[in-house]
């Protein structure tokens, strides 16, 4: 069971002891990301994730990268749209050091101007990658598609033109608004306990963190729920559908995870079956719920040649149709329960798996992830309640997200069904 230990400043720290492994996960995380940003700052969250490891007043980006690697660690960094975790794993002698190295670059980073150029040059080129991969286009569409000018429709990385203008101000401005004690969460799990993660927190971390308050967070959205395309000759065609659902927090979380094993979360589900075996009309169709702190929304995503657009929404409306008209089944329930509960089950065997799920759940949603009460939530739900979840997510009107060569298909019709 993992420990929480809050401090009078509102940092927090979460501890899950396993005496078992030789190895420990740690990881800061900072309640921040694309939906805390707005259309001038858009993409910097991510820009600092880069820059961070770019050298400080004592450690150049070599040695930066040195400290971890020539212990045997790996260490890395992720940007979300209200996250940003930078993390590693070492051996458990080794975790101190690596630690404060991590918490060196997290607070004496210099921000030196060719090394910001430098880096802005990367970022960019991560941006031309994600525009030749129209499934990462099509995400952002659909997000555009739901939230519309809200935060949350803008793309993590950012545009091209504000990543080529973040300055050492923009940087330091950002970060002495959102890098504050009562936005983050430390996370370690692995061979060591709470008392030692919290000695080495008070003599690495404490002393240089931020305490004010921290001044922009994620905004109440409201659903646009539009249809939106983009048109190019990829060889293959994306389409995603997104329908308003719940939140990280919400209770009705579970139920929607075991209706997702159901429609599309494995290859017996009913649109692997139908869509893929039966009509061999995509490659790759599945369904993924995705949850953020205040909202969230139930998405099904599919690659498809263009030219089986129309038999493909008729399809996938043909499967919603049947789901809220007839149900689940007892029997798909408990497939159901077994994947959801198997999958849990196999992520603790690896401790950066629970460390990601102890951090990311206590930032976005102050919960600590128990893995015990998450089983028994699983196994209470029952087919009713299920029924219900999918009938009332499935009777709102969808946004819909096309990226692809032209179909010559009326999408907005399948959106007024």
Not at 151 to 161: I, K, Q
Not at 267 to 288: C, D, H, T
Request: with cysteine; charged share 20%; proline share 3%.
């Amino acid at each position: 069971m993992a420990e929480l230990i809050n401090y009078p400043c509102g940092l927090r720290l979460i501890v899950e002891n396993n005496p078992f492994v030789r190895s420990v996960a740690a990881s800061v995380w900072v309640n921040t990301g694309s939906a805390m940003e707005n259309k001038e700052n858009n993409g910097i969250s991510h820009y600092i994730e880069h820059v961070l490891f770019k050298g400080t007043d004592k450690l150049s980006a070599f040695d930066i990268a040195n400290a971890f690697e020539s212990r045997g660690a790996a260490v890395n960094a992720f940007t979300s749209k209200e996250a940003t975790c930078f993390y590693f794993k070492s051996i458990d002698s080794d975790t101190e050091k690596c630690f404060s190295t991590l918490s060196e670059l997290f607070f004496h980073s210099v921000f030196a101007q060719n090394e910001l150029d430098s880096e802005r040059n990367v970022v960019i080129e991560e941006i031309n990658m994600e525009d030749d991969s129209p499934e990462d286009i099509c995400y952002d569409l659909l997000a555009k598609a739901l939230y519309g000018e809200h935060p949350l429709g803008m793309s993590v990385l950012g545009p091209r033109e504000n990543v080529k203008r973040f300055n050492k101000p923009d940087i330091l401005e950002y970060m002495g608004n959102q890098y504050c004690a009562q936005s983050i969460v430390i996370a370690f799990v692995g061979n060591i306990d709470a008392k030692e993660a919290d000695r080495i927190v008070r003599t690495h971390f404490m002393p240089f963190v931020n305490q004010k308050t921290q001044k922009s967070k994620a905004k109440q959205p409201h659903f646009e729920i539009t249809t939106k395309s983009f048109i190019k000759d990829f060889k293959q065609t994306n389409l995603m559908l997104g329908y308003p659902s719940v939140s990280l927090g919400d209770p009705s979380s579970t139920v929607q995870g075991l209706l997702n094993v159901i429609l599309g979360g494995c290859m017996g589900s009913r649109l692997f079956q139908n869509i893929r075996e039966k009509k061999g009309l995509a490659y790759s169709v599945y369904s993924s719920p995705s949850r953020h702190s205040n909202c969230g929304s139930f998405n099904i995503a599919l690659n498809i040649n263009a030219q089986n657009t129309a038999r493909v929404l008729d399809g996938v409306f043909e499967e919603l149709d049947a789901i809220t008209t007839g149900g689940i089944t007892a029997a798909e329930l408990d497939m159901a329960k077994a994947q959801l509960k198997s999958t849990m089950i196999f992520g603790q065997e690896n401790i950066q798996t629970i460390m990601l799920s102890l951090g990311k759940s206590l930032l976005l949603s102050n919960e600590v992830f128990d893995i015990d009460e998450k089983l028994r939530e699983i196994e209470a739900v029952t087919v009713d309640e299920v029924n219900r979840f999918a009938l009332n997510t499935f009777k709102q009107t969808p946004a819909l997200a096309y990226v692809g060569s032209d179909s010559r298909v009326n999408l907005e019709q399948y959106t007024r069904r």
